[in-house]
């Protein structure tokens, strides 16, 4: 039996408003309850709760701004677990009295995904030609989606066929100019035939702790014949007859860029290539070289119109 002049009215009703459907675990999720009375009751200041499938209350706040009939609570930021899975929690509003009306307790289910973290991972800095069989090197680097400190994370290269190439483990220092990319050398040894290749970078899934999903990356290696010459470019503005420090000297696939002297060189195979060199604001030098033996040769640059872009 009520007591005199308390009035129950029906019931409130409550939608939730959750920031994303999957979030890492760990990770906080922002909730926002949207509450109404079907008779326009003023709900201001009524608190909300936000449980856990075992009823520990994980979060709650007062419903303090008003959006058309509803009254809305402040973002709500709940930390997601460590499980991996579909989450179920509540909305919670207690029983309530205010100006001798009452509001039954009522709840309302949300869910939400907890996914492992994930891995991202890419590589560069290796020769764009090896020969075959030489040693060489290439920088792996991994960054995670929470950007997580990835530091001892083990990584491992794999060849054409699957076989397990190379291994290291991420140091401690980021890549410069980032903030989450973690980072190693790994040394590996060129296949014996020449050919292109496509190798993969991996780094395993881990359950300790915080859960990280593996991850991985492809990158090609070029294979070639052991070079058996050098050729040496100089680079020259053909109007002002100065040596171009910078220039890009491509002798497909060997690649170099020329110093302060305006001079690179490159060891390549015997054979006929097709020599290209571009520098920023040059329009690109293009000629058919044959290489039988040591030699050097002279690639004269003429400067782009002024007012023109380079889009190379």
């Known amino acids: 039996m009520n007591a005199v002049g308390i009035r129950t009215h029906g019931q409130r009703t409550c939608a939730v408003e959750v920031s994303g459907r999957a979030v890492d675990a760990g990770t906080e999720v922002t909730v926002r309850a949207r509450v109404s009375c079907p008779h326009g009751c003023d709900l201001g200041g009524q608190r909300v709760s936000i449980r856990n499938h075992d009823d520990t209350e994980l979060a709650s706040a007062e419903l303090t701004e ?39 307790e009522i709840s309302t289910e949300f869910s939400f995904v907890v996914k492992a973290h994930e891995a991202s991972v890419s590589a560069w800095g290796w020769p764009s030609a090896i020969a075959a069989g030489e040693r060489f090197t290439v920088k792996i680097g991994v960054t995670c989606s929470a950007a997580c400190r990835l ?14 190439v190379g291994a290291a483990s991420l140091a401690g220092d980021l890549w410069p100019g980032t903030s989450a990319l973690y980072f190693a050398e790994v040394e590996v040894v060129a296949p014996l035939i020449p050919g292109d290749y496509t190798w993969q970078a991996k780094t395993p899934r881990s359950d300790s702790r915080i859960p990280h999903a593996a991850g991985s990356c492809t990158f090609a290696v070029k294979v070639v014949s052991p070079p058996d010459h050098e050729v040496t470019v100089e680079a020259i503005d053909c109007e002002k007859q100065t040596r171009i420090e910078g220039a890009h000297v491509l002798v497909h696939p060997y690649r170099a860029f020329t110093d302060e002297r305006g001079v690179a060189k490159i060891r390549v195979a015997k054979g006929r290539y097709t020599l290209v060199v571009s520098g920023f604001k040059y329009i690109a030098y293009q000629n058919i070289i044959d290489v039988a033996g040591d030699f050097t040769t002279r690639a004269e640059l003429t400067a782009e119109p002024e007012g023109q872009e380079d889009y190379r």
Not at 74 to 100: F, M, N, W
């Open 151 to 164: 530091t001892g994370t083990p990584l491992s290269i794999f060849d054409h066929e699957g076989a397990h």
């Open 66 to 104: 008003r959006a058309g009939e509803a009254y809305v609570t402040r973002a709500l930021a709940v930390r997601a677990p460590l499980e991996v899975g579909e989450q179920v929690c509540r909305v919670v509003l207690p029983t309530s009295v205010k100006d001798g009306v009452v509001h039954e």
